[in-house]
């Protein structure tokens, strides 16, 4: 017996590389473009960073930590979120986590049980649906308006709003679509927010990672609306597998404080994060390097290459990614008739052309009829990939 629970559990990302793993077992050389890890391809985890790591090892630190996280990272974590976004917090607001994806746990765990709702961007980084449905919730989308660079649709959010409703959740710059949500429209739905009593998490994994516009933090934007924010060091810092991130509270009425008490047991209870990797993050932290400008230098160019390929197939309509390294191509299957959706035709892609990529439907109703791509490969890549992906259509 298992429970329904996990039965109906799925993960579009990593569920499409079980199909890709049979695939290669028959010879099929395999393109990987549906895991947004950038240290698969040519961007490494920097050698400071490493031998912060190895040196904490080597030295003994190899013991259970704080739950809440080592207090110097937690200062420095501090530090570099009151200076980024002009946030007044203090350390006791820093929980030091495993990677973002405990901190969305720890988050609806504490905001979701009873049917109760919780307002996703549609599309959506799926976790957010997995674990709210995990907790008995409802993962109620808000329209992304695709015609308007995938921003939020305001009108539609307020609609979405009701007495069920626990949080909304910010992904900006967003998964899958790379939109990085206008300063207005953050400032609309922080005010949305407070009008109705209700904390935002705002997930802010790729907040380096812009290629146009300025980032807006929605913490920047809030007077009194409590904000749950999650960053971490998988992609600035380029080391996804050491599995660390932390959340911050910005809460200067005191309003979640419950919330924050009760997450800190949450933390209590599964011990503590990597102690090694709390080391190597403090010194990313002191010493950001230039590996993140690097990386969104070399990225901006693969994102133009792909963005031009993409507009020159006919029944695929791409928006150009404003953040992060995924597009968010929709593609008119009507056109295509031989498939009969994002699914059917990701899957059939897969198993004609070596070509992985991810389902739109996998983010969420919204993103059905979408495939997302990821353009973190390099140049030569991209390019077998698109002439691939060009005739397969063809
Ligand atoms: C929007 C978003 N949040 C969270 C994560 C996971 O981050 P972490 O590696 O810190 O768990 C990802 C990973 O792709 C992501 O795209």
Known sequence: MVTRRLQELEYAIRDIAVIANEVKQSGKKIYHLNIGDPVIYDFKTPAYICNAMARAALEGQNFYVDSLGIPELRNEVCRYERNKNSIDITPDDILITSGVTEGIFFAISALIENQNEILVPGPTYPVYINYTRFFDGHPIEYEMNEENGWEPNIEDLRKKITAKTQAIVIGSPNNPTGAVFSKKNVKQIVDLAGEHDLPIISDEIYDQIIYEKNYACPASYSKDVPIIGMNGFSKAHLATGWRLGYLY????????????????????????????????????????????????????????????????????????????FYLFPKIDFKEFPRWKDDKDFVINLLKDTGVCLVYGSGFGNHGKDHVRITFLPELETLEIVYNLLENYLK
């Open 249 to 324: 509270y910005y809460d200067p009425e005191n309003k979640i404080t419950d919330l924050k008490e009760n997450i800190a047991k949450m933390a209590r209870a599964r011990l503590c994060a990597n102690s090694i990797a709390q080391y190597a993050a403090i010194e990313a932290l002191r010493n950001p390097g230039t590996h993140t400008d690097e990386m969104v230098k070399k990225l901006r160019i693969r994102r133009d290459y792909s963005y031009k390929r993409l507009r020159q197939i006919e029944g695929v309509h791409v928006i150009n990614p404003e953040g992060a």
